[in-house]
């Protein structure tokens, strides 16, 4: 990775927005129970915040959701 392309990475992750864990189990429309299961198996990536909560880009959620999506069709 350049240093130019290391930058707009960076620039895109400040202006992500941080989503906790009640959020992103609406978004993707599971019980938090389930969050914490995709998180453990490697599915889902977080970062602890505060207090070692999770916490998750809303980027990442999208990527999930988007790769969810592209297993079902597939499956079909």
């Given at each position: 990775?350049?240093?130019?392309?290391?930058?707009?990475?960076?620039?895109?992750?400040?202006?992500?927005?941080?989503?906790?864990?009640?959020e992103?189990a609406?978004?993707?429309g599971?019980c938090?129970?389930?969050?914490?299961?995709?998180?453990?198996?490697?599915r889902l990536?977080?970062?602890?915040?505060?207090g070692?909560?999770?916490?998750?880009?809303?980027?990442?959620?999208?990527?999930?959701?988007?790769?969810?999506?592209?297993v079902a069709?597939?499956?079909?």
């Amino acid at each position: 990775m350049t240093t130019i392309e290391a930058h707009e990475a960076y620039k895109a992750r400040l202006l992500d927005r941080v989503v906790w864990m009640g959020e992103a189990a609406r978004l993707l429309g599971v019980c938090p129970a389930t969050v914490r299961r995709y998180v453990r198996r490697g599915r889902l990536k977080c970062f602890r915040g505060p207090g070692d909560k999770r916490r998750f880009y809303l980027s990442e959620l999208r990527r999930f959701i988007e790769h969810r999506a592209e297993v079902a069709a597939n499956a079909h």
